[in-house]
């Protein structure tokens, strides 16, 4: 077990993602949006990493880029020290079944006229098993996610957002992966749904030994979950930790702000620390959170700032820290 | 000194009356909203929250339609109200804030032709006072260029801003009664917590009176003077917020407390609640929270309970509450 947790199981080394912004008759490209700019990070195999900002970080863009449903305009992800980024389709399909993703949406994410056995069994396709072998492995998958054996001949439609989203995790775990990518999974199920969908990632992670990378905005899920929390802004990495540390010892402004806003019960007030929720455009060269930053500093004006390890194991983005 | 409720609500019954079958979607429910009063009204989804919100204002959609009950708003019985007498009401002295905006903005006339039509129809502004009069609850929700906002169109702004906006246009006409339907859910922690310190603002300052409809009763502490738990059309537990808070008797209240995370138990094993809410169509018999009880007597599966008053605010229908 400890062993294993030394094992560097994803590695991304400065991915960035620009999509064009085309305007005008003739379609000319006029800027970028920099969904992803320069990340990087590492998850351990068995941990997890919770990836966590407000909606326009970049956080999906950049789960698409780990498992190739995009291209990235540059940087390297290394898949058990196989850089996966350059390698050609072929190749990849061999690893393709180690990595799964869970959508948000599992309206969405569910092909309506497949039954879910079928969407199952499309999860198994790259593995070299015969038929009766991936039947059996239908069945255990529904018991793992907590679906009986009457659901395979029914259609997505017939079931729930709760019960949705557990047919995209038993399709997520069909092709036997190691890295699990959650989109987050839970954030459009009811709280005692959330719950349950918690319960049973924490179980199937220690069953299977399962490394997932956990996307949220909804900072409890994320503090109940990760080992590690990478905090995003603007396709930026501000601030990084151990879930433990960062929760303790907040440093980056934005992560301050973030956790301020966080609701719990014996909370009376809802004070977040930002003044407006629409900002000026922040400047490329600049730091990202400069124009909604409540303690900006001269320096702050003038450069940008880069990840530094302040503390161990603690690496912040920011000039003030 | 008792005062008067402002919304009395006297055994409602809502029915939709599907192919399949009668959906009994609220079965009974009373209660009472006084001057001033914050109410939060908390449940999981299918429970008929919603449904209970637009019941107030005679907005139930079809195949739905309030078969019993009385609702009284300062006096006056809602049910016996003209089609012409509810223009002038809704919108004017009762507003609803949807949980997505989106669906309730004009997505082909700007928030400004959508602002003055409604202080127009209710207030008779002319088009000058009715722009001076919106760019100023627009600033006042914490919209920091209320002249943009004002001729943007739905679709140009975030999902925060729209529902500022829709939160601006619903006090605009200085209503008496708010009802706030999961108005924070689909939107970020920090924005959420902007919108809700917005709301105690306005509450501070207007003594207004509101339902707040919400799942999340992490949210709840900090806004609500009372609160009322719904479990499939059925309510079970109301109370002052601190008695609830502190106290919670119902099995389904607490089990709703339990699905809360806990920032400092991280990767623990949730109590969550087992299944989950069955379909209105299919009510189970008794009490309908029985077959994901754990605390079930015999009698739950046979009849709904009695209500018990435990203070002369804190109610729970329940045949095993945790008190005692």
Known sequence: ?321 | MQRESLLEIKNLKVYFYLEEGIARVLEGISLGIKEGEFFALVGESGCGKTIFGLSILNLVPAPGKIVEGEINFAGKNLRSLSKKDWQALRGKEITMVFQEPLAFLNPVLSIGVQMTEMLNTHLKMNKREARLKALELLKNVGLAHPALIWESYPHQLSGGMRQRVMIAMSLSCGPKFLILDEPTTALDTTIQAQILELILRIKKETRLTALFITHDLAIVEGIADKVAIMYLGKLVETGKTEEIFQNPFHPYTRKLFACLLELNRPKTFLNAIPGQVPEAINRPAGCPFHPRCERKIEICVKEFPPETESSETHRVWCYNPFYR
């Open chain 1, 1 to 321: 077990m400890l062993e294993n947790a030394q094992i560097t199981i994803l590695e991304v080394k400065d991915l960035k993602k620009f999509f064009p912004l085309k305007r005008g008759l003739f379609y000319k490209t006029v800027g970028y949006i920099k969904a992803v700019d320069g990340v990087s990070f590492s998850l351990r195999q068995g941990k997890t990493l919770g990836i966590v900002g407000e909606s326009g970080s970049g956080k999906s863009t950049l789960a698409k880029l780990l498992i190739k449903i995009l291209e990235p305009d540059a940087g390297e992800i290394f898949f058990r020290d196989k850089e996966i980024t350059s390698l050609p389709e072929r190749e990849f399909r061999k690893l393709r079944k180690s990595l799964s993703i869970v959508f948000q949406d599992p309206f969405s994410s569910l092909d309506p006229r497949f039954t879910v056995e079928k969407i199952i069994l499309e999860g198994m396709e790259l593995l070299k098993e015969n038929k009766a072998e991936k039947r059996k492995r239908v069945f255990r998958l529904l018991e793992m996610v907590g679906l009986s054996y009457d659901a395979l001949e029914r259609f997505p439609h017939e079931f729930s957002g709760g019960q949705r989203q557990r047919i995209s995790i038993a399709r997520a775990l069909a092709s036997e992966p190691e890295l699990v990518i959650l989109d987050e999974p839970v954030s459009s199920l009811d709280l005692s749904i959330q719950a349950q969908m918690i319960n049973l990632l924490i179980e199937l992670q220690e069953k299977l030994k399962l490394s997932y990378i956990f996307i949220a905005h909804d900072l409890r899920v994320i503090r109940h979950l990760s080992d590690e929390v990478c905090v995003m802004y603007r396709g930026k990495i501000l601030e990084r930790a151990f879930s433990e540390e960062i929760f303790q010892n907040p440093l980056h402004p934005y992560t301050q702000t973030l956790f301020s806003s966080i609701p719990f019960i014996g909370k009376k007030t809802f004070i977040s620390q930002t003044v407006t929720v629409e900002e000026e455009k922040p400047e490329d060269r600049l730091c990202r959170f400069l124009p909604r930053c409540g303690k900006k500093k001269t320096l702050c004006e003038e450069n940008e700032p880069f990840l530094k390890e302040v503390l161990p194991h603690h690496f912040v983005s920011c000039w003030q820290c």
